[in-house]
């Protein structure tokens, strides 16, 4: 399986989810600057997390007008798949690619701490590699991530089984306290009508290695090269 990163200016998470991606595939991924207008030849098209553009206007919002994503949407309508992971994620709803928006989290204050998330469908390229229910641990770094749609949308996305993750107490259970950031409806991660685009806040690469004590985020990378028969 064969991963292109695309970074903007003030990406910081790409070395991050390199090194997962790398671990479960056993090759380097291909690294795309955000003004190139092409894409080079990839089963899969990774946003990571960062502040692109420092997040003026809004988070993504800039980022969405960038030369690489009019490639990166044409390369979504054929089928590839696309993972935006925190700032990825807020680039994919700005660019039109998923809907809703990412807002202030409800503290008003930044969050750096793990979370936890219940798979709330298995049926993906994206989290073949987990049960759905299954809960796993995994860090969250973001000051804008309270994922918000209005009810139309909010009720498609659960009618359509496009809701990926929601944020959950250890035992699975929906609570307003393990509801960090105020998302609606618990919300952490949603899919394209296809479910071959994903976007979620949280970092799933931030837990792939032995050595930071917390693998389940491998569930997700491990899963991608099985469902792209990589």
Partial sequence: ??????????????????????????????????????????????????????????????????????????????GT???????????????????????????LKFHCKDVHLRIENSQSLFTSGYEAGQVIRVPVAHHDGNYFADSATLDRLEGDGLVAFRYCAPDGTLTEAANHNGS??????????????????????????????NTDGCGMFDGLVKALGA
Avoid at 18 to 27: D, I, V, W, Y
């Fill in 81 to 107: 798949p696309v993972l935006g992971i925190c700032n990825g994620f807020q680039i994919l709803t700005e660019a039109g690619l998923l809907p809703g928006v990412l807002l202030t989290n409800k503290t």
């Fill in 184 to 213: 609606a409806r618990n919300i952490a991660g949603i899919f394209n009508p296809g479910k071959t685009v994903l976007g979620l806040m949280p970092h799933p690469e931030d837990a792939t290695d032995p050595l930071l004590g």
């Fill in 1 to 78: 399986m064969q991963a292109a990163i695309v970074v903007f200016p003030g990406s910081n998470r790409e070395r991050d989810v390199s090194l997962a991606l790398e671990r479960s595939t056993g090759r380097a991924p291909t690294i795309v600057w955000h003004r190139e207008s092409a894409l080079p030849k990839a089963d899969i098209i990774v946003i990571p997390g960062g502040f692109s553009y420092g997040d003026y206007l809004r988070c993504g919002a800039m980022a969405a007008h960038s030369p690489i994503m009019g490639e990166i949407k044409r390369a979504a309508a054929r």
